[in-house]
T-cell receptor, first 117, second 113 residues
Framework: EPEVTQTPSHQVTQMGQEVILRCVPI?????FYWYRQILGQKVEFLVS????????KSEIFDDQFSVERPDGSNFTLKIRSTKLEDSAMYFC???????????????FGPGTRLTVL | QQQVKQSPQSLIVQKGGISIINCAYE??????FPWYQQFPGKGPALLIA?????SEKKEGRFTISFNKSAKQFSLHIMDSQPGDSATYFC????????????FGIGTKLQVIP
């Protein structure tokens, strides 16, 4: 069964450093998402991406964050200058299609645990 | 108004018992209510979902009950098994837009033999 993969599974970085989290969505999916989950808190939406551009972003997704689809398979989340409060589990998700009145399932990857020291 | 409130945050159920997790929402624009199951080290996986035009949906041992007027929905796991031990998230989203899923806080379910 196709699945979303994410690398690395755990990333440790120093405050102020840049990190890139990588995701390989399911191959025929068109919509891509990043979510994060701070330990003990709920999963929060960060950004959705379609047709090589951001379609929606949350207030969490400030200028320190960026997303990119550098080739036909990868989808990345970059945090430019990490802060202690960026420590969280980051989930990538993808979905196949969307049509008016029909919501398609989002498939989530296993997550990358980011620890900022 | 975008919140989805979920309770309890942890639940211990005897094998064979019924596990019940409750959620409430505020935004009446939500029209898709999925439940996700998450095992340690894995991402959330869709378990079952419902739209507000039905009051109940059943898939195997899993049933969603939906009360549109009260803006509440719940997950019932019948004949709970140790393999059901996981974290369960209720969620909500709005069709007709990019699918930002709003999650509840999660319920950690432990089914004991």
């Amino acid at each position: 069964e196709p699945e979303v993969t994410q690398t690395p599974s755990h990333q440790v970085t120093q405050m102020g450093q840049e990190v890139i989290l990588r995701c390989v969505p399911i191959s025929n999916h068109l919509y891509f998402y990043w979510y994060r989950q701070i330990l003990g808190q709920k999963v929060e939406f960060l950004v959705s991406f379609y047709n090589n551009e951001i379609s929606e972003k949350s207030e969490i997704f400030d200028d320190q964050f960026s997303v990119e689809r550098p080739d036909g398979s990868n989808f990345t989340l970059k945090i430019r200058s990490t802060k202690l409060e960026d420590s969280a589990m980051y989930f990538c998700a993808s979905s196949e299609s969307w049509a008016q009145g029909r919501t398609d399932t989002q498939y989530f990857g296993p997550g990358t645990r980011l620890t900022v020291l | 108004q975008q919140q989805v409130k979920q309770s309890p945050q942890s639940l211990i159920v005897q094998k064979g018992g019924i596990s019940i997790i409750n959620c409430a929402y505020e935004n009446t624009a939500f029209d898709y209510f999925p439940w996700y199951q998450q095992f340690p080290g894995k991402g959330p996986a869709l378990l079952i979902a419902i739209r507000p035009d039905v009051s109940e949906k059943k898939e195997g041992r899993f049933t969603i009950s939906f009360n549109k007027s009260a803006k509440q929905f719940s997950l019932h796991i019948m004949d709970s098994q140790p393999g059901d031990s996981a974290t369960y998230f209720c969620a909500a989203s709005i069709s007709g837009g990019y699918q930002k899923v709003t999650f509840g806080i999660g319920t950690k379910l432990q089914v004991i033999p």
